[in-house]
């Protein structure tokens, strides 16, 4: 497909595993956000890339947090020791241009931390 | 203080008439960009409209269009004719261009929308 896919689109941990959610951007884009929507509430900011560099990862909520694009398209988020509150809705989004204002967001992976 | 506010957690709407969904927000920044996203049940974030700091005429596209007023900050979405497939979540978004790398988007709280037959 054309669009952004992320895998799992599903996923259920128990308290203290390690979870690593995929994101495959649209062929070609330059950014990658990663947005945590909890329940009932907007997507909060998580991290971005250009290309395979992290240049914001202002909202990631603690070191348990990771996100890597090693190669400057697919991204990996990685939630070290999951905690209840770690249960969200992961959303990636890709734009084309680092300045673009149209992104593409993901269908998300619903994470429930058991 | 909250950058993207609104104010209406959830709505009712008759179809075939018109619905206003109020969003405020709040920036010092002289450049940025709003946008508004409409999420279903099934979870996609689908991308509506969108309206630059800059631009003149308040952006339209087919049945949506941004009552954009700028002086009092608000960038209201206005969807006419409803249809049944309008009920989801709708959310109000901002882009600061020189505040963060790679322009992230700050999200408000949503609005639902269920619209009745």
């Known amino acids: 497909g054309a669009g952004v896919s992320q895998s799992p689109r599903y996923k259920v941990a128990k308290r203290g595993q390690d979870v690593a959610l995929r994101c495959d951007p649209i062929s070609g884009h330059v950014s990658l956000f990663w947005y945590q929507q909890a329940l009932g509430q907007g997507p909060e900011f998580l991290t971005y890339?250009?290309?395979?560099?992290?240049?914001?990862k202002s909202g990631l909520p603690s070191d348990r947090f990771f996100a890597e694009r090693p190669e400057g398209s697919v991204s990996t988020l990685k939630i070290q020791r999951t905690q209840q509150e770690d249960s969200a809705v992961y959303l990636c989004a890709s734009s084309l241009r680092t300045s673009g204002s149209l992104r593409y967001f993901g269908p998300g992976t619903r994470l429930t931390v058991l | 203080a909250q950058k993207i506010t609104q104010t209406q957690p959830g709505m009712f709407v008759q179809e075939k008439e018109a619905v206003t969904l109020d969003c405020t927000y709040d920036?010092?920044?002289?450049?940025?960009?709003l946008f508004w996203y409409k999420q279903p049940s099934s979870g996609e974030m689908i991308f509506l409209i969108y309206?630059?700091?800059?631009?003149?005429q308040n952006a339209t596209e087919g049945r949506y269009s941004l009552n954009f007023q700028k002086a009092r900050k608000s960038a209201n979405l206005v969807i006419s004719a409803s249809q049944l497939g309008d009920s989801a979540m709708y959310f109000c978004a901002m882009r600061e261009a020189f505040k963060a790398a790679g322009n992230k988007l700050t999200f408000g709280g949503g609005t639902r929308v269920l619209v009745k037959p």
């Open positions: 309206q630059g700091s800059y631009d003149q």
């Open positions: 890339f250009q290309n395979e560099a992290q240049l914001d």
């Open positions: 920036t010092s920044d002289p450049s940025y960009g």
